[in-house]
């Protein structure tokens, strides 16, 4: 099992404020997801990172994977009450069947 | 499609009791996984399944935890007997068979044990 640690593990914040979170393992991923999950929902996918030093943005949110693929990182610009959440990390077990997470980030954006 | 369905979405049990948790995946998915989340211990893989095959139980916590998968569109994970330390919510997932792809989660079950 790949370990993910994930920080902070809470973070609580203002609307306008920027924030990162991360997400690092001593495993080489072949890729990492984010996730969000809502309060009473399941997680729902953001993004897929395959490539070391890889960058993609998604409106205000850009996430980056290490160059040695061993971790990433979470970029919210100018947060906002709906941005409120759990971040989760997963990767894949190298034979592509597993999906493991990390514990998470809960984040709360207050007006 | 309806996207993964998990029944029932609330269990409330006394400990002892046998419990079973359904899922019904994303038609077409071909991997199902089965997700217990409690806040110490964050979102932990309990098994998952791999074209109706089970293909890692190492998550399972003990014996009284089973799973099985009779078809492609259809799961269940039972406990017996539950224990008051079982409470969590438990959540299913599908998706297509790799590592790039994404997986769909159910809205979970939240189990009670008293």
């Known amino acids: 099992t790949q370990l993910l640690e994930q920080s902070p593990q809470f973070l609580s914040i203002q609307e306008g404020e920027n924030l990162t979170v991360y997400c690092n393992s001593s495993s080489v991923f072949s890729s990492l997801q984010w996730y969000r999950q809502e309060p009473g929902e399941g997680p729902v996918l953001l993004v897929t990172v395959v490539t070391g030093g890889e960058v993609k943005k998604l409106k205000r949110l850009t996430f980056q994977f290490g160059d040695a693929r061993k971790d990433s990182s979470l970029h919210i610009t100018a947060a906002q009450p709906g941005d409120t959440g759990l971040y989760l990390c997963a990767a894949s077990s190298n034979s592509g069947y597993a999906l493991n997470f990390g514990k998470g980030t809960s984040l709360l954006v207050t007006p | 499609d309806a996207g993964v369905i998990q029944s029932p979405r609330h269990e409330v049990t006394e400990m002892g009791q046998e419990v079973t948790l359904r899922c019904k995946p994303i038609?077409?998915?071909?991997?199902l996984f089965w997700y217990r989340q409690t806040m110490m211990r964050g979102l932990e893989l309990l098994i998952y399944?791999?074209?109706?095959?089970?293909?890692?139980d190492s998550g399972m916590p003990e014996d009284r935890f089973s799973a099985k998968m009779p078809n492609a569109s259809f799961s269940t994970l039972k406990i017996q007997p539950s224990e008051p330390r079982d409470s969590a919510v438990y959540f299913c997932?599908?998706?297509?068979?790799?590592?790039?792809?994404?997986?769909?989660f159910g809205q979970g079950t939240r189990l009670t044990v008293v």
């Open positions: 399944f791999n074209n109706n095959v089970p293909i890692d």
């Open positions: 997932a599908s998706r297509l068979q790799g590592g790039v792809t994404e997986a769909f």
């Open positions: 038609s077409g998915h071909n991997s």
